[in-house]
């Protein structure tokens, strides 16, 4: 079956710094890979859309020049958070959908720790 | 992409079927019904899709209403690992954006 591999697992950094986050799809290509946030006991939140090649597509109230996404090719994307804070403290996932199969695979998630 | 409306909370005894309602009154024809679920601290795992019919893999079986304004997700022999978040979700098999409800969390009682 599909599988999105997303790296780190988990990341500590320190405020002002910029962390970046991998996700691959290892045996399909990705047209649309999709990020997520998650904070404790909530669901998943939509951040961008990103599609191969172009610019990724931010929603309402998302910062993107704080959350700089790229997918630059057919298998990986990156999430760069910018100058980290505290409170951009957070589960973020990742999913990629693909030209020959009809679901979305997600990732097994990054827990980033700003302190 | 449709709202999709789900209960907060369901409990279900281990080895019985647990039923999980969905509904989704604004889907449009071209969206799928697509069940994801969630352990704590892991990413949503794929369970089962369906557009019209009614589908069934290994995991569970997908009941989806003639009018599509719902569904029904069923696990037929619960188990103690099958506690976690289930997210019902209404998406197009184009791969457009994938917004998640706020899920039932299934809990299953030995």
């Known amino acids: 079956g599909a599988v999105v591999s997303q790296h780190p697992s988990r990341v500590i950094c320190k405020s002002g710094t910029s962390v970046k986050i991998e996700c691959r799809s290892l045996d399909f290509q990705a047209t649309t890979m999709f990020w997520y946030r998650q904070f404790p006991k909530k669901s998943l939140m939509l951040m961008a859309t990103s599609n191969e090649g172009s610019k990724a597509t931010y929603e309402q109230g998302v910062e993107k020049d704080k959350f700089l996404i790229n997918h630059a090719s057919l298998t990986l994307s990156t999430l760069t958070v910018t100058s980290a804070h505290p409170e951009d403290s957070s589960f973020y996932i990742c999913s990629a959908h693909g030209t020959l199969h009809y679901g979305y695979t997600f990732g097994s998630g990054t827990r980033l720790t700003v302190v | 992409d449709a709202k999709t409306t789900q209960p907060t909370s369901m409990d279900c005894a281990e080895g019985r079927a647990a039923n999980l309602p969905c509904n989704h009154s604004t889907i449009s024809g071209n969206e799928y019904v697509y069940w994801y679920r969630q352990i704590h601290s892991q990413g949503p795992q794929y369970i089962i899709h369906?557009?019209?019919n009614n589908e069934t893999n290994e995991m569970a079986s997908l009941i989806i209403t003639e009018d599509r304004k719902s569904s029904t997700l069923i696990l037929p022999h619960a188990t103690l690992r099958d506690t976690a978040v289930y997210y019902c979700?209404?998406?197009?098999?184009?791969?457009?954006?994938?917004?998640f409800g706020e899920g039932t969390q299934l809990t299953v009682n030995p």
């Open positions: 979700i209404a998406g197009d098999v184009g791969g457009s954006r994938l917004t």
């Open positions: 369906g557009l019209k």
